[in-house]
Every structure is written in structure tokens, then in C-alpha cells.
């Protein structure tokens, strides 16, 4: 048996010859560039306003920003021409519209700061503002800023307006939040997460812990008054009182409980008059749009959407007409489900990080909860395809996809979403899959080119422990 097994190696060798086998990795090594060439020369792109695509008509005006590589603010006529664009700041976040003037919008925004100066002195700092723009003439007005000492978890990713002097902010920089009067730029209330969280809890302190990342002023029912706030890296969304603080039994999840929510963003209050109270939150790192109502002083999730195609949602608002605006970001896209869970409009983006439908109030307030449209969960097996499209009919196999696919599985999701963050925009699992055997091909090669000038210089290696032949 032994002398068998000594032949069929002795056949594999004779048709595997050093020759053969580097034409094979060369080969592996041009397809696997090939694949990704092919994915850097096309994708998306909003670096530009003559790169943003179009949309498709809808009714109302639409804003789209973006935080990641390019920071943009897109605005959408309801024809679906792009009817206003900035790239001044280096980062865009929420976007709302004034009251009164629903093509005035008001958002946050960050700038980066590389050069040391007197605003920075150890780069890079940030700029955080308040922005107001008219998207019919063009003009910016900044309403209120302030310098911070760091970029990283340097950002303020809300604001919330209360009435015509003030503001509640969320400051992840310093893990608050606040009410400033925009004329006097006082700060006249304050809650501090670490009043109510644990700093051995959440995300790295002093890095990035809490990474307070939504606020919502609440303004009728029953939490009238209140300020709804969306602690990330505590996977919770908490209510506060100026005068009580942190209403505890009103919490939406517990740290670290996956099942409800992962590195949440973006909720949306439903109050009573709409059928609440109820929460729409993306549930980020869970990849999907869930729904809680609350009832007899719990919160029951009453609604979920999904499809094979979405990867990092970061804001969802229900609309009046009780479809759902969503914002996928490392989907690419901006999309509008209907009440059946069937994708009705869709706009590609860079890396967008929330959506607005401008003529329907901020958050789109006047959408109704999903209890009381009768709303049906859809999840990814139910989606028939990403983005809501294709048949299933066609079979077909690709091998680089399907590796990528099976990385896609084995990494956390949230590893994944990060690879997804720092990588080009027209990065995927299949051009990770290529770049993955590239690596490995050329790896293997060198240690066989290694191993093949070894034995020819008359260097054997043995195996510590071998069976001597008789």
C-alpha cells in the first residue's frame, strides 16, 4: 500500500512541475487583479455633484448626507434632479427641516482640522456646527459651533430644535447632552451619560465609550417635553426628563443584548396621535429596520424589514403615506418601502448617513406606527433578491463570490462593517474574496519558490518524528 501511495505522488509530481505550478499561481494571481480592477473602475461616487445620480421621481424634495470618505449634503427635487449639493464640510450628519420653510433645512455638520493653529494645536481637532441652508438660493448661515480637541469620536451626529433659541445636542465628544440658547450660545441644561452608565461598560473610555449618537425632542403625548437619546455603544435608547434625569423604566434594550438591538442609530419617536408610543430605530450592526410599541410599560418589537442587500443601516423614518425611508450605508443606497415591504424608490449614495423627506415634517413626523397600519415583517428570506428584485430563476455559480460569502458568515458582522468603512466604496465580498486568494496564492508560491532553491542547494528537512522504512 505504501508503494502505491509512493506512485500516485510520484504521478502528481510529474504533472505538477515547478513550471506548471507557477503559470497556475501567475494565473490565480492575474484573475483575483482582474476581478478587482474590473469593481475600482465602476461603483458609486458623490465626491462630486456631476457624479451623483439622479433619483427617481417622488413627491416631495428629498436630502441625503453623507459622513464617510466624502462629505456631502445632496438635495433631490421631487422630479428627481439634483437641486442642491455642498461638499464643504468635511462631514455631514442629521439634517432637518426648518419649521415654516420646509426647503431650509438645518443640520450638523464636522470639520477636520490638520494644521496646528490656534483652534489646534495638537491635529487633528474638530469643528462642529449647526448649519441652516436655503436650498433655493444657496445661502448657509452657521447657527451655533464649537472647536473640540479630537477627530476620532470627535463628532456632534445630532441636533434637535425645540423652539426658535434652542437646541439639544448630541455631544459624543464628551458623552453628553445639552440645551444651548443659539443666541446667547449659553448651555442651559446638561446630562452627562456617565451620571447613569458604568465607564467599564460600552465602547473604550476616554476613546470612544458612549458614542451618544441621536436626540429627539419629544413634542406631545405623554412624553411631552422628554428627550429621547440613542447611546450606541450601550446598544440602548434611553428618555430623559430636565428635571427627573434618566427615566429608567422607559430604556429600549441592555447592553451588549444583541437580540434587540446592536450599535443602534437614528430613532424615530412615533407619540399617541400616531399610534404609539413607538420606536423606529436602525438596528446597525444587526443589519435591519425594527419596530417597538410600547405597551402595558414594555417595549414589544412589533415590526422588522430586511433584505439580502442591506448591510449598515443608520436611519429610518416612517413616512405619512406609511412607507418607511431608509438609509443603508454600506448598501449604498437610499431607499422608500412600501407598507408591503417592497422597495418603491431607490437612490444610490457613497456612504449615506441619513435621509429626509423635506414636506412631511422633521423626522417625518405624522407617520404612523407599524401596529396601527397593520404592518407585516419582511425579512431577508422573504426579500426575493437584494433590493427587492430578481426572480430566483437563474442558477448561477461564482466562486469568488461564494468565498466571499462564506467570509462574509465567518466574520462578525461588526469586524465586517469596519473592513466595509476603511476599504474603497466599490469594495465587496467578492473583491475581498479575490484580494484573500491573491494573498494566499502568493504566499504559497513564495514558500514553495523557498522550498524548491532550498533542496536544490542540497538543504533537506525532516520531520522531527518519521517511520524508517524497511
Known amino acids: 500500500m505504501a508503494d502505491n501511495v509512493r506512485q500516485s505522488l510520484d504521478r502528481v509530481r510529474t504533472v505538477l512541475t515547478r513550471n506548471r505550478l507557477r503559470v497556475a499561481f501567475v494565473a490565480l494571481i492575474l484573475l483575483s487583479v482582474a476581478v478587482v480592477a474590473s469593481a475600482s473602475s465602476g461603483g458609486i461616487s458623490t465626491a462630486s455633484e456631476d457624479d451623483v445620480p439622479d433619483a427617481p421621481p417622488t413627491e416631495n424634495h428629498t ?104 437646541v439639544v445636542v448630541a455631544d459624543i465628544v464628551a458623552d453628553q447632552v445639552f440645551i444651548v440658547n443659539t443666541e446667547t450660545e449659553i448651555v442651559e441644561w446638561l446630562w452627562d451619560a456617565q451620571s447613569d452608565f458604568p465607564l467599564d461598560g460600552g465602547g473604550p473610555y476616554p476613546g470612544d465609550w458612549a458614542h451618544v449618537n441621536d436626540v429627539e425632542y419629544i413634542e406631545s403625548g405623554e412624553m411631552d417635553g422628554r428627550i429621547m437619546v440613542s447611546l450606541r455603544n450601550q446598544d440602548q435608547v434611553v428618555f430623559l426628563d430636565r428635571d427627573e434625569g434618566l427615566l429608567d423604566e422607559w430604556t429600549l434594550g441592555a447592553e451588549d443584548d444583541y437580540d434587540v438591538q446592536y450599535e443602534q442609530h437614528n430613532p424615530d419617536y412615533i407619540p399617541e396621535s400616531e399610534g404609539g408610543p413607538a420606536v423606529v430605530v436602525a438596528d446597525s450592526e444587526n ?58 424608490w431607490e437612490v444610490g449614495s457613497t456612504l449615506p448617513y441619513e435621509a429626509e423627506r423635506l414636506e412631511t415634517g422633521a423626522e417625518s413626523e405624522g407617520g404612523q406606527s407599524a401596529a396601527a397600519l397593520g404592518l407585516e415583517s ?40 469596519a473592513l466595509l468603512f476603511a476599504t474603497p466604496i466599490w469594495m465587496g465580498k467578492t473583491e475581498f474574496a479575490a484580494i484573500g486568494v491573491a494573498l494566499l496564492t502568493g504566499l504559497t508560491w513564495t514558500g514553495l519558490e523557498i522550498r524548491w532553491q532550498l533542496r536544490d542547494a542540497g538543504v533537506r528537512f525532516r520531520l522531527p518524528v518519521y517511520r524508517e522504512g524497511k
Open 287 to 344: 443589519g435591519r429596520i425594527q419596530e417597538f410599541q410600547r405597551e402595558d410599560g414594555e417595549w414589544n418589537r412589533t415590526w422588522l424589514w430586511e433584505d439580502d442587500q442591506i448591510q449598515w443601516p443608520r436611519d429610518a423614518d416612517r413616512l405619512p403615506n406609511g412607507n418607511t425611508l431608509i438609509t443603508d450605508t454600506h448598501g449604498n443606497r437610499v431607499m422608500e418601502v412600501n407598507e408591503s415591504g417592497d422597495i418603491v
Open 63 to 166: 436630502v441625503v448626507t453623507e459622513s464617510g470618505r466624502a462629505g456631502t449634503i445632496t438635495a433631490y427635487a421631487p422630479d428627481g434632479d439634483v437641486t442642491y449639493y455642498n461638499n464643504t464640510r468635511t462631514k455631514y450628519f442629521d439634517v432637518d427641516p426648518v419649521e415654516g420653510d420646509p426647503l431650509t433645512v438645518e443640520y450638523t455638520a464636522t470639520d477636520t482640522i490638520h494644521t496646528e493653529g490656534p483652534t489646534c494645536r495638537s491635529p487633528p481637532c474638530a469643528l462642529n456646527v449647526i448649519e441652516r441652508a436655503d436650498l433655493e438660493t444657496g445661502e448657509v448661515e452657521v447657527v451655533y459651533e464649537r472647536y473640540d480637541h479630537k477627530e476620532t469620536a470627535g463628532e456632534w451626529h445630532d441636533a434637535d430644535r425645540i423652539n426658535e433659541t434652542h
Open 378 to 417: 419582511r425579512t431577508e428570506a422573504d426579500s426575493g433578491g437584494g433590493g427587492g428584485g430578481g426572480d430566483g430563476s437563474s442558477i448561477e455559480f461564482n466562486p469568488l463570490e461564494f468565498l466571499g460569502e462564506q467570509l462574509e458568515s465567518f466574520l462578525p458582522h461588526r469586524i465586517y462593517n
